[in-house]
């Protein structure tokens, strides 16, 4: 049981826009930031978003974040074949003393 | 440009030791948090435990789930972080990356290494 949630399956059609939640408590996401991550299969993950809703260099805009209370969401546009990943996404938990990640969402491209 | 290499994984039985090693190249190292991150077969991903920089005395955090069982050590002259991994068991079985932190008070882990198995099996 992962300390976030995020739905274990989304799907889309290339060109559409998806989004992938990810909901947490007062501890994680309520007072610290979200980061989300890529991890194509058979690879490491890779930083995608940080800070809530910056990407790293080299990440195309069509990837945003955002936040709002405990819960956040992950946003891709113009969906491609090659999005076709598990996604995460992490926040520090104070209580825990930790960093913590959801359990992950399977992005499908149909 | 970054390059993180982790090596020492395998086959060990319940109870046993291993450990493992990461090689870091195109970093600085001692400014840098590093980090241990678990994935088992088929699920996600799980922080195992960190190393912070110089300036914070290389000191050590662990998730709930290690704590007291693994340890984390770094050679600063060979830009190496190690996971010493003590009683093992089955649930350890996983991935291991070692991970770079970034600067944004977080867990932004910029640069990942390739990973490796850890299979805790009799």
């Known amino acids: 049981q992962s300390v976030l949630t995020q739905p274990p399956s989304a799907s889309g059609t290339p060109g559409q826009r998806v989004t992938i939640s990810c909901s947490g408590s007062?501890?994680?996401?309520?007072?610290?930031?979200v980061y989300w991550y890529q991890q194509l299969p058979g690879t490491a993950p890779k930083l995608l978003i940080y800070?809530?809703?910056e990407r790293p260099s080299g990440v195309p805009d069509r990837f945003s974040g955002s936040k709002s209370g405990t819960s956040a969401s992950l946003a891709i546009s113009g969906l491609r074949s090659d999005d076709e990943a598990d996604y995460y996404c992490?926040?520090?938990?104070?209580?825990?003393?930790?960093?913590?990640f959801g359990g992950g969402t399977r992005l499908t491209v149909l | 440009e970054v390059q993180l290499v982790e090596s020492g994984g395998g086959l060990v039985q319940p109870g046993g030791s291993l450990r493992l090693s990461c090689a870091a190249s195109?970093?600085?190292?001692?400014?840098?948090?590093m980090n241990w991150v678990r994935q088992a077969p088929g699920k996600g991903l799980e922080w195992v435990g960190r190393?912070?920089?110089?300036?914070?005395?290389?000191?050590?955090e662990f998730a709930a789930s290690v704590q007291g069982r693994f340890t984390i050590s770094r050679d600063e002259s060979k830009k190496s972080v190690y996971l010493q991994m003590n009683s093992l068991k089955t649930e350890d079985t996983a991935v291991y990356f070692c991970?770079?932190?970034?600067?944004?008070?977080?867990?932004?882990?910029?640069?990942w290494g390739q990973g490796t198995l850890v299979t805790v099996s009799s």
């Open positions: 991970a770079r932190e970034g600067y944004s008070s977080g867990p932004d882990f910029e640069n």
């Open positions: 195109g970093v600085s190292f001692s400014d840098d948090y």
């Open positions: 190393t912070k920089d110089k300036a914070n005395s290389y000191s050590t």
């Open positions: 007062s501890s994680n996401i309520g007072r610290n930031y």
């Open positions: 800070r809530n809703n």
């Open positions: 992490a926040a520090w938990d104070d209580s825990l003393s930790g960093p913590v």
